[in-house]
Structures are given as structure tokens and as C-alpha cells.
């Protein structure tokens, strides 16, 4: 995540920066990479304007909030820009996975045996399909502790998943698209 602050009419200050980049983290959980977050905190008159703007994966989410106090008007923004993410984030989760989200893939663990007959999504994460060869991932499944390891195959721009296998061999998911 890159958060940038900019202050107007007023001189900067690194308690207020390190303050708006600090509560800012809380919104990491809803939002998928990458993240960018611009504060511009300004003064006019009695009145301090804390604005800002984050973009995430092509989304753009504004808040704007005055008050007589920069550190309760920062904390009032943030709520908005959290509920605005959390509505967002439902609304993807509502809908078919699988448009438009080219550079991230979300997997869940299933758990069966729930109501309805059907497993539900119990935990979602988001992943950073991150463009490598397959001997690449070969190697940082070497490294990494994960069972599985998601791609963009360099070769095809694909999305692809190596998994590990029961018998510690690997297997190879390619996707292919019509």
C-alpha cells in the first residue's frame, strides 16, 4: 500500500502524516493490491479538511470531512472511506467472480455439510498472480511454505496454479479461455 499526504494552508507535520498512514492500514483487509492512498489535509479559516482518495484494482473511493480539529476530522473520513470499502467489497463478493480482476485471484476453503446442501466459502484471501515461468515457480514453491503457488504464466499470460501433491511431486493447473 502507498499512502502519500499533502498538506495545504497549513505546515506539515510528521505526527499528522504517521497518524493518517497508521489508520489508513485498517482498510488493507477490504481492499485488494494494489493500493494507493492520497491525503490532502488542509486549513481554511476555523475549519481543517482532511480529503482522501483511494484507488485499489481500478476502483476510486472519495471521502471528505470537516471539523474544527485535523485528527477528528482524519478519523471521520476514514469511517466513511471504511463503510464505502466494506459496501464495495460486499458487492463484489455478491456477484460472479471472475470479470475483470485479471490481476488477482481469490480462493476460498470450502466446508461441507452446511444448510442448503451446498459447501460454503468460509475464508477468502486475495493473491497477486505475479508473471513468472513455470520453472520460476518451480523454484518458489522451493521457498515458500504454501501448498499451492497462483501465477500469470510468462509464456501464455494465463493464469496458472502449482500445487503440491500427496506424493511431494507437483502438479500443473493451466487455464485456458474460449
Not at 129 to 148: G, T
Amino acid at each position: 500500500m502507498q499512502v502519500t499526504v499533502t498538506f495545504r494552508h497549513m505546515d506539515s507535520s510528521g505526527a499528522l502524516k504517521k497518524y493518517a498512514e497508521e489508520k489508513t492500514e485498517r482498510l488493507v483487509k477490504y481492499l485488494i493490491e494494489p493500493i494507493e492512498v492520497h491525503w490532502v489535509l488542509s486549513v481554511e479559516k476555523i475549519r481543517h479538511i482532511a480529503d482522501a482518495t483511494i484507488v485499489a484494482n481500478g476502483v476510486t473511493i472519495k471521502g471528505q470531512e470537516a471539523t474544527e480539529e485535523m485528527y477528528s476530522a482524519i478519523d471521520k473520513v476514514l469511517d466513511k472511506l471504511e463503510k464505502q470499502v466494506r459496501k464495495h467489497k460486499e458487492k463484489v463478493k455478491n456477484h460472479k467472480f471472475g470479470q475483470g480482476e485479471s490481476s488477482s485471484v481469490r480462493y476460498g476453503a470450502v466446508e461441507a455439510g452446511t444448510p442448503g446442501g451446498g459447501a460454503r466459502i468460509v475464508k477468502t484471501e486475495n493473491v497477486f498472480a505475479k508473471p513468472m515461468s513455470i520453472e520460476e515457480a518451480r523454484m518458489q514453491m522451493d521457498v515458500i511454505d504454501k501448498d499451492f503457488l497462483v501465477f500469470t504464466d510468462a509464456s501464455s499470460s494465463q493464469i496458472s496454479v502449482l500445487y503440491r501433491r500427496n506424493d511431494g511431486d507437483l502438479g500443473l493447473i493451466e487455464t485456458r479461455t474460449k
